[in-house]
């Protein structure tokens, strides 16, 4: 029989913990306060936020200046740099959309970016897949070759280039002045090439070989199986093409020689004349050509972000 007093089982002092509304961890003890963070790490958080959204602020104030300088007059545009338009006006963006061909523009534009984007799509992906998926000889030497065109800049095969567009092997057609022209040389990139390997390099074998099993050959299991798989890496290759073809100035130039056919880059450069610079019009124009691009991005960023991740993670 004990003398003392016997001490209260565990589960005793959790009841009347909780009786009093202190708050009880799991397995009867009490729980304790989780500990602040340091103040070296609150600091360090606050200067790197600054430093970012400095760096923001930096890479903004362009745009910023070119939308405020579309809202000035000519005469306003021409004084001096300053990021606040005194009587803010939409009358460069009536004058680009209505004197300058500005919807032929666009159009064109939109003509060729979906285009040449739609059979990167397609050629990249399966380029993508072969690079990374079969087995044939040559395979690494062929990829390195691909990798070394873009150490080739676009002057340089300025010339093999037109020639070859003026008198096309086989045809003779000359497709120097038209779409067909433009969206040929473009048809798939090494960029887009790259991307999409890297990206199929992080897909499991199990998925093939379970696509195997069911019979399933080369061409099925890149339909039916990867190529759903890779949407984070097809939206990134959706967003980095469009944007690229969207805002071609050189080939355009180069290539198509019409004026009927110039993309909004091309048609833009209108606004510059020899003896006078139209700025609120070229400012507005070129605002309103940002907003195409910007919209695809907003609605593929998720998948961007998470296709260029991890098309990094293997090589």
Not at 44 to 49: L, N
Not at 194 to 218: N, S, V, W
């Given at each position: 029989?004990?003398?003392?007093r016997e001490?209260?089982?565990?589960?005793?002092a959790?009841?009347?913990?909780?009786a009093t509304?202190?708050?009880v961890?799991?397995?009867g003890e009490?729980?304790?306060p989780v500990p602040?963070?340091?103040?070296a790490?609150?600091?360090r958080?606050?200067v790197?936020?600054t430093?970012l959204?400095?760096?923001?602020?930096?890479?903004?104030?362009?745009?910023?200046w070119?939308?405020?300088?579309?809202?000035k007059?000519l005469q306003?545009s021409v004084q001096?740099?300053?990021?606040?338009?005194?009587?803010?006006?939409?009358?460069?963006?009536?004058?680009?959309?209505?004197?300058f061909?500005?919807?032929?523009?666009?159009l064109?534009?939109?003509?060729?970016?979906?285009?040449v984007?739609?059979?990167?799509?397609v050629?990249?992906?399966?380029?993508?897949?072969?690079?990374a998926r079969?087995?044939?000889?040559?395979?690494?030497v062929?990829?390195?070759?691909?990798?070394a065109t873009l150490?080739?800049?676009?002057?340089?095969?300025?010339?093999p280039?037109f020639?070859?567009l003026?008198?096309?092997p086989?045809?003779?057609?000359n497709?120097?002045g038209t779409?067909?022209?433009?969206?040929l040389?473009?048809?798939?990139?090494a960029?887009n090439?790259?991307l999409m390997r890297?990206?199929?390099l992080t897909?499991p074998?199990?998925?093939e070989e379970?696509a195997?099993l069911d019979?399933?050959?080369?061409f099925?299991?890149?339909w039916?199986v990867?190529?759903?798989?890779?949407?984070?890496a097809?939206?990134?290759v959706?967003?980095?093409?469009f944007?690229?073809t969207?805002n071609?100035f050189?080939?355009?130039l180069?290539i198509?020689?019409d004026?009927?056919?110039?993309?909004?880059t091309v048609?833009?450069s209108?606004?510059?004349?020899?003896y006078?610079?139209?700025?609120?019009?070229?400012?507005?124009?070129?605002?309103?050509?940002?907003?195409p691009v910007?919209?695809?991005?907003?609605?593929?960023?998720?998948?961007f972000?998470?296709?260029v991740a991890a098309?990094?993670?293997k090589g």
């Amino acid at each position: 029989m004990a003398t003392g007093r016997e001490t209260p089982p565990p589960y005793v002092a959790a009841v009347e913990e909780l009786a009093t509304g202190a708050p009880v961890a799991a397995g009867g003890e009490p729980s304790r306060p989780v500990p602040g963070r340091p103040r070296a790490e609150r600091i360090r958080q606050v200067v790197v936020y600054t430093l970012l959204i400095g760096i923001a602020l930096l890479f903004f104030t362009p745009f910023f200046w070119s939308v405020s300088t579309s809202l000035k007059s000519l005469q306003e545009s021409v004084q001096g740099f300053d990021l606040l338009p005194d009587d803010p006006d939409l009358s460069a963006y009536r004058d680009a959309l209505t004197s300058f061909n500005f919807g032929r523009y666009m159009l064109n534009s939109a003509i060729i970016a979906v285009s040449v984007t739609l059979f990167n799509l397609v050629l990249a992906s399966i380029g993508g897949y072969a690079f990374a998926r079969l087995r044939f000889p040559g395979r690494e030497v062929l990829f390195m070759l691909v990798l070394a065109t873009l150490m080739i800049p676009d002057q340089l095969r300025l010339v093999p280039v037109f020639l070859t567009l003026i008198d096309f092997p086989l045809t003779g057609w000359n497709l120097i002045g038209t779409y067909q022209g433009f969206v040929l040389i473009n048809l798939v990139t090494a960029t887009n090439l790259f991307l999409m390997r890297q990206y199929f390099l992080t897909i499991p074998k199990d998925y093939e070989e379970a696509a195997k099993l069911d019979g399933a050959g080369y061409f099925k299991t890149y339909w039916k199986v990867m190529l759903p798989l890779a949407g984070p890496a097809l939206a990134a290759v959706t967003i980095l093409q469009f944007q690229g073809t969207w805002n071609e100035f050189f080939w355009a130039l180069i290539i198509l020689q019409d004026e009927a056919k110039y993309p909004l880059t091309v048609g833009i450069s209108t606004f510059v004349g020899v003896y006078n610079t139209q700025w609120p019009e070229l400012m507005a124009a070129s605002v309103l050509a940002i907003l195409p691009v910007a919209a695809i991005f907003v609605v593929f960023q998720r998948y961007f972000v998470a296709g260029v991740a991890a098309a990094g993670v293997k090589g």
